[in-house]
């Protein structure tokens, strides 16, 4: 991937390595390109023939009535029809609008990338496109920004401007992210977990964007509890370096303190690390199986949008 040299005297950004507000705003209109409604084509991952199928919008109970000739009689109020000796009906409508939650993952850990862009990149641009789409359609967007440190909580609101916020406090955590930041223990994941189900009770659409490190024990109850009364997706945010480390690779490794270089030249140096990152991402991918979620594999190797589309069945499979 090219980029024109900065103009002199100034210091270029490079997009798959930081990503700022204008870039994350500049996805509203590719985001149209994806769907979150219940109705998903054949070959998407939320398609109910291979995952949970989105719930969509909830129903308000708005009056009980009459039964009237076409009434749907599943619709018949049992208990108010024996009192009353007459059929009665309870109607509803659908929900104008749906919560939804975006658990947008900005540690350390995730500022790492062998191949195209850093995974902190792959994640703010997947949320912010996910973000977008779900505005245009009318749903409430609020989220959870976190880092090693802090998080940055956005209620769902149905709003350009609470959007705009939300995607501010996400190129803002990204951009904190540098070489040199010292970070002498990764922020907790179950924390921000905990956080989510205060928010989500009930009918929320929540998605992780993460790349699940410190998961433990003490996750597969946060996420079942999550996923017990709401939609929840897990996009799982790795890197292909993990999967296949390649023979005499050398790199260093620092939590902006000390500094160690690794040389996979060593054999139970390369596998140690492929059997660490390998046992992440498949300790995530069972528990989405055990309780039926949506696992989103998302990676540093290709744009978050060319992935969105092929996990959506919006496009054909990457080579």
Do not use: C
Request: charged letters at 25%.
């Amino acid at each position: 991937m090219a980029h024109p040299a900065p103009p002199s005297g100034t210091q270029a950004r490079d997009p798959r390595v930081h990503a700022d507000l204008d870039q994350l705003l500049r996805l509203a209109g590719p985001a149209r390109r994806i769907s979150l409604l219940p109705r998903q084509p054949s070959q998407s991952v939320l398609n109910g023939r291979n995952a949970s199928k989105l719930r969509g919008r909830g129903l308000n109970f708005e009056e009980l009535r009459n039964y009237l000739p076409g009434d749907d009689i599943r619709t018949i109020d049992w208990k108010v029809t024996a009192r009353t000796g007459k059929p009665h009906v309870r109607v509803y409508t659908e929900e104008r609008d749906r919560p939804s939650l975006l658990i947008v993952d900005q540690r350390m850990t995730m500022f790492f990338g062998s191949q195209v862009y850093m995974k902190s990149v792959i994640a703010a641009e997947a949320a912010a496109l996910v973000a977008h789409r779900l505005l245009a359609q009318g749903d409430r967007v609020g989220g959870l920004v976190f880092g090693d440190d802090a998080i940055a909580e956005h209620r769902p609101v149905r709003s350009p401007r609470a959007l705009h916020r939300m995607l501010a406090s996400i190129a803002e955590a990204n951009q904190r992210l540098h070489a040199a930041a010292s970070v002498p223990e990764p922020g907790s994941l179950n924390r921000v977990l905990q956080a989510a189900a205060r928010i989500a009770k009930t009918n929320y659409l929540v998605m992780v964007f993460s790349d699940f490190d410190t998961a433990d024990a003490d996750t597969e109850p946060l996420i079942r509890a999550l996923a017990q009364n709401n939609d929840l997706l897990l996009f799982s945010v790795t890197d292909p370096l993990g999967y296949a480390m390649p023979e005499g690779f050398r790199f260093t490794g620092s939590d902006g303190q000390l500094q160690a270089e690794f040389d996979t030249s060593d054999r139970s140096v390369r596998e140690g690390i492929e059997t660490l990152m390998q046992d992440r991402l498949t300790g995530i991918s069972d528990i989405a199986r055990k309780h039926g979620l949506p696992f989103l594999p998302l990676s540093t190797d290709a744009p978050a949008l060319d992935q969105m589309l092929v996990l959506m069945g919006l496009a054909g499979p990457r080579r």
